[in-house]
């Protein structure tokens, strides 16, 4: 995230447990990790996360929502790690944040299904 404007925002986020798209049988769970990131892992592979099997079933290293302060002209990274399961749908699944008003939405297309899952806000502080 980054904030372009003359004033902090405070950016909010939590992911539902499970989302499913149009087909019950095809799912997506998204978890945050607690391990930090910066710029220098996004060469990484997995942007150097290890042991996603431990980190999709293990609670103690998620974080249940995401709460920052970002200042005006400063970047904040942080992991959003998506774990999917698809039944029938095919193509290259896709990912992004949208703002819409102060909510925040995660948009996520496989194939020709696309979900958007709401999952925290935006507030600029004054």
């Known amino acids: 995230m980054s904030n372009q404007s003359s004033i902090p925002f ?3 986020v939590k992911f ?3 989302t499913f798209f149009k087909s019950r049988n095809s799912y997506i769970k998204i978890v945050l990790p607690k391990e930090s990131m910066n710029i220098e892992k996004e060469q990484l592979y997995d942007y150097g996360l290890t042991n996603l099997e431990s980190l999709l079933n293990d609670k103690s290293k998620q974080l249940s929502v995401l709460q920052k302060k970002i ?3 400063e ?3 942080f992991y959003t790690a998506v774990f999917v399961h698809i039944s029938g749908l095919g ?3 896709r990912a992004k944040f949208e703002l819409k008003g ?3 939405l995660y948009k996520v297309s496989m194939g020709s ?3 958007r899952i709401p999952c925290g806000t ?3 502080k004054k």
């Open 75 to 77: 970047e904040f990274i």
């Open 71 to 73: 200042k005006p002209k």
């Open 102 to 104: 102060r909510d925040l």
């Open 10 to 12: 405070e950016l909010k």
């Open 122 to 124: 935006l507030h600029f």
């Open 91 to 93: 193509g290259p699944a």
């Open 113 to 115: 299904d696309t979900t």
């Open 16 to 18: 539902p447990e499970v």
